[in-house]
């Protein structure tokens, strides 16, 4: 019995509460208003048909490169992408570019394509990734020597020396002194940087790479030994040998010795 007495107050409350007139015009102004914002949004979102873009979550330096973690999306108008030519619509666009030397990236903005470059676009951005040990050695060279400039950033070279034997007037030493070594940059006279294998696009003057201390070390020995005695010359391979690199390494310990033996002499 106590529930249904229950029941009947609980229902003569609602009756009440429903009958009321103030009660009935608050919901209808409520529900008119959420009718009229739904259909708002509705009609805006037809009209614009936003899409998600990317923009800068954090401020983002010059010669940055940009990861996920840097990015967020933000919906726009699709007018506003159309006009805006360009401007980078998608992700990938963006993820493990640089930002331009020329330019920073401040936080909130959108991105565009003058903004990013890719790694081989960017001067000497290779180098910011070295890794610990290693030095950055500055290869002189020519057109002739790196074969009508064939030799491009990314490429993995050998070092070949020649020398003349001090023993024997008539006998040159020949020979692999380091192999594999990845090329970080080729660059003309005035050190820009030449991304393309056609003359066109400036003489080659020396090629930079970076090698382990010991041996910059022994690259440094035999560039000062007695200039013009001992040559160090960059040999290219097929595009097989750089996708299949192996670690870089001095090929020939007569050479090493060599060389360190010549050092002795001079200093001694």
Do not use: W
Request: hydrophobic fraction near 40%; charged fraction near 20%; charge should be neutral.
């Amino acid at each position: 019995m106590a529930k249904k007495s229950s029941n009947r107050g609980l229902s003569s409350v609602i009756r009440r509460f429903v009958g009321n007139k103030n009660t009935v015009t608050i919901l209808g102004i409520l529900a008119c208003g959420a009718v009229l914002i739904i259909g708002y949004n509705y009609r805006v979102n037809q009209e614009i048909n936003p899409i998600a873009i990317p923009y800068a979550r954090v401020t983002i330096p010059s010669r940055t490169l940009v990861t996920a973690d840097m990015i967020g999306k933000i919906k726009v108008s699709t007018d506003f992408t159309s006009d805006a030519t360009n401007l980078i619509k998608t992700e990938t666009e963006v993820v493990n570019k640089y930002v331009s030397y020329k330019t920073n990236i401040p936080k909130g903005s959108l991105f565009y394509k003058e903004q990013l470059k890719e790694e081989e676009e960017m001067p000497d951005a290779a180098f910011a990734n070295i890794e610990d040990g290693y030095t950055i050695f500055s290869l002189d060279v020519t057109m002739e020597n790196t074969f009508a400039n064939s030799i491009r950033m990314g490429d993995y070279i050998d070092l070949y020396m020649s020398a003349k034997d001090p023993n024997n007037d008539n006998r040159v030493i020949y020979g692999c002194l380091i192999k594999s070594i990845r090329v970080l940059a080729v660059k003309d006279s005035h050190g820009n940087n030449i991304l393309k294998n056609t003359a066109a696009y400036g003489k080659p003057s020396e090629l930079l790479f970076a090698v382990s201390e010991d041996m910059f070390l022994l690259l440094m020995q035999a560039q000062l030994i007695s200039e013009g005695d001992i040559k160090i010359s960059p040999v290219i391979h097929n595009r097989n040998y750089t996708t299949n690199a192996n670690e870089t390494e001095v090929s020939s310990e007569f050479l090493q010795k060599f060389i360190k033996d010549r050092v002795a002499v001079l200093v001694g």
